[in-house]
């Protein structure tokens, strides 16, 4: 079973860029759906990025579509979500998840203990 670690989160002003990255062991990402989904506080988990297990392609959120990138390296086993003109909406803790299908399913995803992003405006 994969594990995975979460870092990169932090404080930053509107405009601002961070990377999150997702450090998975136990298992080489590339055998999962890899995906990133944000939880602000008092709502529920929303995915925001997922590439697939079968064919690597990636698919976004609207609401982030344009300004985050998600990739991958296989040497380091790590996924990143490049996050580029942050917004104040995009403040919340940002979760990375692992599923053994062929996408990011939040039912039945393992999950790593999140990162927070706070964005200042």
């Known amino acids: 079973q994969v594990q995975l670690v979460e870092s990169g989160g932090g404080l930053v002003h509107t405009g601002d860029s961070l990377r999150l990255s997702c450090a998975a062991s136990g298992d080489t990402f590339r055998n999962y759906a890899m995906g990133w989904f944000r939880q602000a506080a008092g709502k529920e988990r929303d995915f925001v990025a997922c590439?697939?297990?079968?064919?690597?392609?990636?698919y976004y959120s609207d609401s982030v579509k344009g300004r985050f990138t998600m990739s991958g390296d296989n040497a380091k086993n790590t996924v990143y979500l490049q996050m580029n003109s942050l917004k104040p909406e995009d403040t919340a803790d940002y979760y990375c998840?692992?599923?053994?299908?062929?996408?990011?399913?939040?039912?039945?995803?393992?999950w790593g203990l999140g990162t927070r992003v706070t964005v200042s405006s």
């Open positions: 590439i697939t297990r079968s064919d690597g392609m990636t």
């Open positions: 998840a692992a599923d053994n299908k062929d996408w990011c399913d939040p039912l039945t995803a393992t």
